[in-house]
């Protein structure tokens, strides 16, 4: 490794071969349905767009969006609007406890530059998004996986398997991350098993930090409550979310960190985080300007993804009956649906073999490993498919994906 760089971005940057087999297919002009594609600005979704356009045009009449009066923890109102949303999950929250970042990653870059020194750890749940590694990596942090135990057979909700993770922590622990709703199982946290974090982050002095970008979209009523409710007198919490997920709007690049916990804590990690966010001013006011009103659009866009991800969701299922060695796995909420399969009844070796197979059919899907799922058994794969694409493409992948487990000829 050259000198001159530093150990933190120092990955091995050559495309792996699935990344080079894609590349090839795309230079070739070669058909592809992608359903690997988690942007939901490639969905065609209405309500994202109508709202966008709509909290744009207030702000372009505004004479205050011709002003810069920054504030670090962001637009007062659009706060207050944040801090409306936690309190209708059943939050004590008011605006003071919200700050603004440019998207979810750099509230996690916010939030672990609170909590960590260079070396210090931070808890990751096993299966899960490859990103928050790298997030802690590039602030110096190492990152330790604890395990979530599957749900058995016919059911979805994953559970955290607290003793593992409290074998873990050591003297250097700093926060332990969940998902909730988790991608890409769509398990949301257990409230029990929040109650026995809570208590063993507040016995090890650790945070919990809790990433909700997904929490919009449960598929039925009675979603447990985010981390944020009854965090009051306990370890600090950090909630995570954003209008990425929330309202399928990535472009915008506008996100929230909601602290929780003993107030005395409470307040000096808002203190120490409008610190760092001071620091960079990277939230454009003008857009959070334009957060309560996108923040109002947010029914009728969750109940828009629902629609689409439900009617593709049934389309896998029906898809996979032709398919007997593969399970679609059930799911509580999220965007991707898990399909549990065996590669050799596709006549592929593993996980990996089974994907780039597919991309030669003409479908692109997530290989498992991508998540740290296990698979159950030599042969045995996971298949992520991300389930926002329009439902005729979605359909013609789903039937390619079908068609392989099932070894039909391609
Ligand atoms: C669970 C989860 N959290 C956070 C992010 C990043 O979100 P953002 O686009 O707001 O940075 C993602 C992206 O897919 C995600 O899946």
């Known amino acids: 490794m050259h000198r001159v760089f530093a150990r933190r971005a120092s990955w091995d940057l050559t495309p792996n071969e699935l990344a080079r087999r894609v590349a090839e297919r795309r230079a070739g002009g070669r058909p592809l349905v992608d359903l690997a594609d988690a942007n939901p600005t490639h969905a065609s979704l209405r309500g994202p767009r109508e709202a966008l356009r709509a909290a744009l045009e207030a702000a372009a009449r505004d004479p205050e969006s011709a002003r810069y009066e920054p504030d670090p923890r962001g637009d007062p109102a659009a706060r207050e609007a944040v801090a409306a949303w936690h309190r209708e999950d059943g939050a004590r929250v008011g605006a003071e406890q919200i700050v603004l970042t ?10 672990f530059r609170l909590l960590g020194d260079p070396g210090d750890v931070v808890h990751l749940p096993a299966p899960g998004y490859g990103l928050f590694e790298h997030l802690a990596a590039l602030e110096g942090l190492e990152a330790s996986r604890y395990p979530l135990r599957p749900p058995p057979a016919g059911e979805a909700r994953w559970r955290v398997d607290v003793e593992a993770l409290a074998a873990e922590l050591g003297p250097r622990s700093r926060a332990v991350l969940l998902v909730h709703p988790h991608n890409p199982t769509g398990s949301f946290v257990d409230p029990a ?13 650790v945070a919990l930090v809790s990433d909700e970008v997904f929490a919009d979209s449960a598929r039925g009523p009675g979603a447990p409550a985010g981390a944020l409710a009854g965090a009051e007198d306990g370890p600090l919490c950090v909630v995570l979310s954003g209008v990425s997920k929330l309202l399928a709007l990535p472009q915008c690049k506008l996100a929230w960190l909601a602290v929780g916990g003993r107030s005395a804590l409470r307040d000096e990690a808002l203190a120490r985080l409008e610190f760092i966010a001071d620091a960079y001013l990277s939230v454009s006011p003008l857009l959070a300007r334009a957060l309560p009103r996108l923040l109002a659009a947010r029914r009728g866009i969750a109940r828009e993804l629902l629609a689409r991800v439900g009617e593709n969701r049934a389309r896998l299922a029906d898809a996979l009956r032709s398919a007997p060695g593969a399970a679609l796995l059930p799911a509580e909420a999220g965007w991707s649906a898990l399909v549990r ?17 597919l991309l030669e059919r003409g479908v692109l899907v997530q290989p498992g490993f991508v998540f740290d799922l296990e698979p159950l058994h030599a042969g045995g794969a996971h298949l992520v498919v991300s389930l926002l694409a329009e439902p005729d493409v979605f359909a013609r992948g789903a039937e390619l994906v079908a068609d392989a487990l099932a070894g039909r000829p391609g």
Do not use: F
Not at 102 to 111: K, L, P, R
Not at 342 to 349: K, L, V, Y
């Open 341 to 357: 399969c065996d590669a050799h009844a596709a006549g592929a070796s593993d996980e990996e073999a089974l994907v780039l197979a």
């Open 193 to 205: 098993d929040l109650a026995a974090l809570r208590a063993l982050a507040a016995e090890r002095r």
């Open 102 to 111: 440019a998207g979810t990653s750099e509230g996690y870059a916010h939030v």
